[in-house]
């Protein structure tokens, strides 16, 4: 099916509102942290990616890492834990998405409430219009080469980390959902488990509306591009991800309406990169996980996608569970991520603690 720009929308800003008026609204509640659970360190890195050095966009391959180091990491000094990495979605940064889960409240309380240590990693992925999509591009950069090989690769050389794929998760929402179904229909041979939180961009899509259409091709300027209202700078995001090209400057990308005409080789490059059209090809990557999990609330416009990327994964045999739960797009995320996703790697990677 093909998913329309006004249920992306919705769920996203919902998803970006509830992080960015913390300040002004209490966020959703979390469970309480049990008495006397232990503090995690947290240490804010800079990692340099060779996947992301000469992008057409100039995105810098410098770029921040939040992680999360579980109660005894220092003192034991020989046991060696899994490590999640968690993908934050559109318009966020990877502070914006520690704020929309709460973190490390909920790392701790996860660990208070039994989930064994692990290491958790959250990358920023933030770009000129506002998202990677975690995808391979000339004008963005590698995205799946810095995730899968970059920043992989520094936390296992700077930390004690299950150094294989069977102590590694990939857990996104959003956008970061997306990321975590491309990524994961690739590379099975970095990544054990999955976990799709609130997944956009499943199904392939038509034009924007005409107005946000007409919005895009009048920008000229970067400095234009990042005044942008969301719709027409989410375009620009997925022309630069999935329909970049070299020879287009100042931003290296066919967009998808020329003079207001849809132009439709651009959308069937866009379609290239659902999910949902991928699936077949990745079947038998996916079937090498030892767990998938997928979740979405009832309340959620991008829910419909979300059940179908489960029942085709289950015609095709790919093991997974699925979860509706009462919520909207990002009212649910910080509990979610404390009860939910951190235990479930808990249970499904492996630790020396095992």
């Known amino acids: 099916m093909k998913t329309g720009w006004a249920s992306l929308a919705m769920a996203v800003l919902l998803a ?113 219009h506002n998202g990677s999509m975690y995808s391979s591009s000339v004008t963005t950069g590698d995205w799946e080469g810095f995730i899968t090989r970059d920043l992989v690769a520094y936390i296992d050389a700077h930390y004690r980390t299950v150094p294989d794929r069977s102590g590694r998760g990939l857990a996104g929402h959003s956008m970061g959902g997306y990321g975590v179904a491309r990524i994961g229909m690739k ?95 990745y079947v038998f990557n996916l079937r090498r996980y030892q767990a998938i999990a997928i979740d979405v609330g009832d309340r959620d416009g991008l829910r419909v996608d979300a059940a179908e990327l489960h029942e085709r994964m289950d015609a095709f045999g790919v093991g997974n569970t699925f979860e509706i739960y009462s919520g909207d797009h990002g009212s649910a995320v910080a509990s979610r991520f404390q009860n939910n996703v951190l235990p479930f790697f808990g249970r499904v990677l492996h630790s020396d603690a095992k």
């Open 16 to 128: 970006t509102a509830s992080s960015d008026l913390q300040a002004a609204s209490p966020p959703p509640p979390v469970a309480p942290i049990a008495a006397g659970a232990r503090s995690v360190t947290v240490d804010r890195i800079k990692v340099r990616s060779a996947a992301l050095q000469g992008n057409l966009e100039g995105e810098s391959a410098v770029r921040d890492v939040v992680v999360y180091l579980p109660p005894g990491y220092a003192t034991d000094q020989t046991r060696r834990y899994p490590v999640v990495y968690a993908l934050h979605g559109y318009g966020l940064t990877a502070d914006a998405f520690a704020g929309l889960l709460q973190a490390p409240q909920t790392v701790k309380g996860a660990f208070a409430s039994g989930a064994p240590g692990m290491i958790v990693v959250l990358p920023d992925t933030q770009t000129l």
């Open 187 to 281: 590379h099975p041979e970095t990544f054990g488990a999955l976990y799709i939180m609130s997944p956009c961009c499943l199904s392939a899509r038509d034009a924007p509306p005409p107005e946000a259409a007409a919005a895009v091709e009048a920008v000229k300027t970067r400095e234009e591009a990042s005044r942008l209202d969301f719709l027409p700078r989410a375009t620009f995001a997925v022309a630069a991800a999935w329909s970049p090209n070299p020879k287009k400057p100042p931003f290296y990308v066919d967009l998808p309406t020329s003079n207001g005409v849809v132009d439709r080789s651009v959308l069937a490059r866009w379609a290239a990169n659902a999910p949902l059209s991928m699936l077949d090809q």
